[in-house]
């Protein structure tokens, strides 16, 4: 019975030790998280800048034909 809880205890104190360890890899994801983030708003950016390009490219072509 002695062993037993011995060996409970050091499946205990692994199991905590482990998930001590395993913080890093929490940091790791939520940095890759923060990563996928930056790279949404910049390509989200760089549509907002493309349709803001095209509007005027077609606005031009419609001042051209009204003309």
């Known amino acids: 019975m002695k ?3 011995k060996f409970g205890f050091l499946g205990l104190a692994i199991a ?3 998930a001590a360890c395993n913080s890093a890899t929490s ?3 939520n940095t890759a998280d923060s990563l996928e ?3 949404e708003e910049s390509i989200e950016a760089t549509i907002d800048s493309l349709d803001s390009i ?3 490219a ?3 072509l419609d001042s051209l034909t009204n003309d």
């Open 3 to 5: 062993n037993v809880f």
């Open 16 to 18: 905590v030790g482990t």
């Open 27 to 29: 940091e790791s994801e």
């Open 37 to 39: 983030t930056v790279i």
């Open 54 to 56: 095209g509007d005027a």
């Open 58 to 60: 077609i606005d031009s």
